[in-house]
């Protein structure tokens, strides 16, 4: 989730990296380019005409704590994980009576430039500080962490489709917030935690609990999370970092995971996979995302589990990550849309247009300044934080939750405890 490797992938004389994710694509505050080449353009605010007439820009009001768990039961009918795949429309979010729906799962692999809107009133600009990002030498630093031995392809076990499942999508639904280090999330002081979520409306907390160096190292966090979360009314969604090396091993402990429990039985709402690429040290093949997925499927049983991912643009979208591949396995997708310089409405609207042709969309924005990675040195204000989340609820997300914690700034707090993520 950390930018982190740029060196590995800024070779354009003008590296304005939006964060210096592995795919080390550019999002500028006039357009998208990846690698210094143009794949889409879109003009600043592009999708903010259709979104300002239909009110996404306005401050969403309405869901209230007593009803942020409520939605819809979603039977899941997974396709053949070797047939040709066309998707289906998203569940439609939080019914006032929950009613079991059935989604068909994605059925082509087929994905096409998403058409954008264009022409947005000079009313609709939002103000950027710290944008355009100036040029900069490329950053150097040491090769990315990833496991000594490589666990080969014909080792692997076949990959199958899975069984039908149900599962809620409460637990994702409305706003959130990201722990990666729980001792530097306020001072590592769960009470303390739960009581800004509460204070911020927030509808569930994402913590890390484990990683293919480590394994489940987690288990004394979620011994003290989970049960003060719920107590709060909030949901609790476990997070890891597999570098599939050996998927099998990564699916083993992440099923440690999923066992947990606390206290009277209580466990993890669901569970987040951040699927990672080469630059951040991880062997990502479509081949390699299934063994594990469907492993994480067989031990989540009717659990979420959500498939945190890149942005779907350029050649991400077009092959080069396994969207369609993971799709069968998980519950919905988790794009981390880390605008930078570029307007968060159209990326959000682009992103969350195209994913949810595959599964429903929870969308992560970006709650940090990219200053050590060479990029804006200004954190995106709480203008930046409210016109996201409305843009992100009205293109169709489930909900909305920010990277990091530790990070954000008292503007972008103040701004995520203002916001109601209507339903």
């Known amino acids: 989730m950390l930018p982190s490797q740029c060196s590995l ?3 354009h004389p003008r590296p304005w990296l939006k964060d210096c994710r592995p795919h080390c694509y550019e999002r500028r505050e006039n357009g998208i380019v990846e690698l210094g080449r143009w794949r889409w353009k879109l003009a600043a605010g592009a999708v903010a005409a259709a979104l300002v007439t239909t009110g996404a820009v306005a401050a969403a009001s309405g869901l209230g704590r007593s009803a942020r768990h409520r939605t819809a039961a979603v039977q899941v009918v997974p396709p053949s994980v ?4 066309t998707v289906a429309p998203t ?17 082509t692999t087929t994905l096409v430039p998403t058409t954008v809107p264009a022409g947005p009133p000079a009313s609709a600009t939002l103000a950027m500080a710290g944008c355009p990002v100036a040029p900069h030498p490329p950053i150097t630093g040491p090769p990315p ?12 076990p076949a990959v199958t489709a899975p069984h039908p499942w149900r599962s809620q999508m409460g637990a994702i639904g409305g706003t959130g917030m990201w722990i990666w280090q729980l001792n530097s999330t306020e001072g590592g002081q769960v009470p303390a935690i739960v009581k800004r979520a509460v204070e911020a409306h927030l509808h569930q907390l994402w913590v890390r609990v484990g990683d293919s160096k480590d394994g489940f190292y987690g288990a004394s966090e979620l011994d003290q999370v989970v049960p003060a979360a719920h107590a709060a009314g909030l949901a609790v969604i476990a997070w890891g970092f597999p570098y599939l090396y050996d998927p099998v091993a990564d699916a083993h402990w992440t099923a440690q995971i999923l066992a947990w429990r606390g206290p009277g039985g209580q466990a993890v709402d669901g569970y987040s ?8 040290g991880v062997d990502l093949t479509a081949r390699r995302a299934q063994v594990y997925l469907q492993g994480v499927r067989q031990a989540a049983g009717g659990r979420l589990v959500v498939a945190t991912v890149y942005p779907p643009i350029g050649s991400l979208w077009t092959g080069r990550y396994p969207f369609v591949a993971m799709a069968p396995y998980v519950d919905a997708f988790a794009p981390m849309i880390y605008w930078e310089c570029s307007d968060p409405r159209s990326d959000a609207v682009l992103d969350i ?12 924005g970006q709650a940090f300044d990219m200053a050590s990675t060479g990029g804006r040195t200004v954190a995106p204000s709480g203008a930046e934080i409210t016109a996201f989340l409305s843009a992100s609820r009205v293109a169709g997300a489930v909900g909305g939750s920010f990277w990091v914690w530790q990070h954000a700034t008292a503007e972008e707090w103040a701004a995520l405890a203002a916001y109601r993520w209507a339903a």
Do not use: F, K, N, Q
């Not at 962490?145 to 692997?156: E, G, N, Q, R, T």
């Not at 996979?273 to 951040?280: G, H, K, Q």
């Open 91 to 107: 569940v439609a979010r939080t019914p006032t009576t929950p009613l079991p729906t059935t989604r068909p799962a994605p059925s």
């Open 9 to 11: 992938c800024l070779g």
């Open 82 to 85: 070797t047939a040709a795949t």
């Open 353 to 364: 247009g195209r994913l949810s042709r595959l599964r429903p969309v929870h969308v992560i």
């Open 145 to 156: 962490w990833h496991p000594a031995v490589l666990v080969p392809d014909a080792s692997l």
């Open 273 to 280: 996979a951040d699927i990672e690429m080469a630059t951040e």
